[in-house]
């Protein structure tokens, strides 16, 4: 099974590790199966929550696309459907995206390169690891799950 870890220089939440906190540990803001026709529904309920929960401005937009690039992944490359869960904990919202397809292949997993200018697609994880501040990826042959962080505004996580 392949894994890549990256956090954002300087971004890590005080006291966090860089494995995602179990969902069930926090209480949950959404857990959703989705398939082509969910996208866009999916990417409001993101949006919606997260900004509940104190997220806001360039910040929620950049988490909201970053998820969709995800799910639309999903859609377009490991079977059509998946699973969305999206909590918080220790001071940041997280993000998990699972599918049954067959895993990404390995020249995926590299650390991104900026994608070049008229190629067409291929910038989902990029967008990923610009606008969150940790993304992790698990895969093998019976899926794949995509783990994205973003630290919460202080005042959010004080709440």
Known sequence: MGQSVRSAPGTSAPGSSSLDPSPSEAPQLLDRRFGRDEIA??????????????????????FVLAVNEVITNVVLHAG???????????????????DAGPGIPAHFLRPPEVPDSFEVGGRGIWLAHQLCDEVTVATGPIGTTIGLRIALPRRATSA
């Not at 990417?43 to 937009?61: F, I, K, N, P, W």
Request: net charge positive; proline share 0%.
């Open 80 to 98: 059509g459907q998946g699973r969305a869960v999206l909590w918080l904990a220790g001071g940041s919202a997280w993000c998990t995206v699972t």
């Open 41 to 62: 529904v999916v990417r409001h309920e993101v949006s919606g929550r997260l900004a509940a929960a104190g997220l806001s401005g360039d910040r929620l937009q950049g």
